[in-house]
């Protein structure tokens, strides 16, 4: 099966301070993304990568970056972290082409910036 | 702008009752619809999927019927159970993005 792993569980930052989180997918897997997931609001798209290198912004790309160097390693980076991103972040992969499988999530970081 | 509209946010539903949950979209280049099953602490996970050139697919008591005509799609689990018990979220996909577009999530509660 396809595994999907994100770093930390749970996290606390201070405001201001910059963040990463990491996801790293077994399966080689082209797409990646990142979610963040909030009651009521569902999955929201914060930035995805089609390919090492690569990125495009989803929904919600303010505040946050994203950096690609391995095909198996997807990070996110919020710069300088505040207390509305405090959240539910979720990792996703699928590969590329064909009909589309679903994706694979990991386990979910959830962030809290006091 | 939500792409796809779900409903109802939560659900409580007796044990061996039958949970519906319903989503609807505008996009129709949308072409591949999936339900997501979450756990607490865990991430979402394929439950069933859907192309709309059927209406219905049935997998063991989980079903999705499906209404192109209406745009709309719901999930229906038959004799639900307690261990059913999760945050249920339907999504679409078509070929123009690269990306899943998710509702906003049903929490339902099996009562036993």
């Known amino acids: 099966d396809v595994k999907v792993t994100q770093s930390s569980r749970y996290l606390v930052k201070r405001t201001g301070e910059k963040v990463f989180l990491e996801c790293v997918q077994d399966?080689?897997?082209?797409?990646m993304f990142w979610y963040r997931q909030d009651p009521g609001l569902g999955l929201r798209l914060i930035y995805f990568?089609?390919?090492?290198?690569?990125?495009e912004k989803g929904d919600i790309p303010e505040g946050y970056s994203v950096s690609r160097e391995k095909k198996e390693r997807f990070s996110l980076i919020l710069e300088s972290a505040s207390t509305n991103q405090t959240s539910m972040y979720l990792c996703?992969?699928?590969?590329?082409?064909?009909?589309?499988?679903?994706?694979?999530f990991g386990s979910g970081t959830r962030l809290t910036v006091v | 702008q939500q792409q796809v509209k779900q409903s109802p946010q939560s659900l409580i539903v007796q044990k061996g009752g039958i949970s519906i949950i319903n989503c609807a979209y505008e996009?129709?280049?949308?072409?591949?619809f999936p339900w997501y099953q979450q756990f607490p602490g865990k991430g979402p996970a394929l439950l069933i999927a859907?192309?709309?050139?059927?209406s219905e697919k049935k997998e063991g008591r989980f079903t999705i019927s499906f209404n192109k005509s209406a745009k709309q799609f719901s999930l229906h689990i038959m004799d639900s159970q307690p261990g059913d018990s999760a945050t249920y979220f339907c999504?679409?996909?078509?070929?123009?993005?690269?990306?899943?577009?998710f509702g906003t999530g049903t929490s339902l509660t099996v009562i036993p």
């Open positions: 996703a992969s699928r590969p590329q082409g064909g009909p589309p499988s679903g994706y694979t």
């Open positions: 399966m080689d897997h082209e797409n």
């Open positions: 990568s089609y390919d090492v290198k690569m990125k």
């Open positions: 996009n129709t280049a949308f072409d591949y």
């Open positions: 859907i192309r709309p050139d059927v």
């Open positions: 999504a679409a996909y078509g070929d123009t993005g690269n990306q899943f577009y």
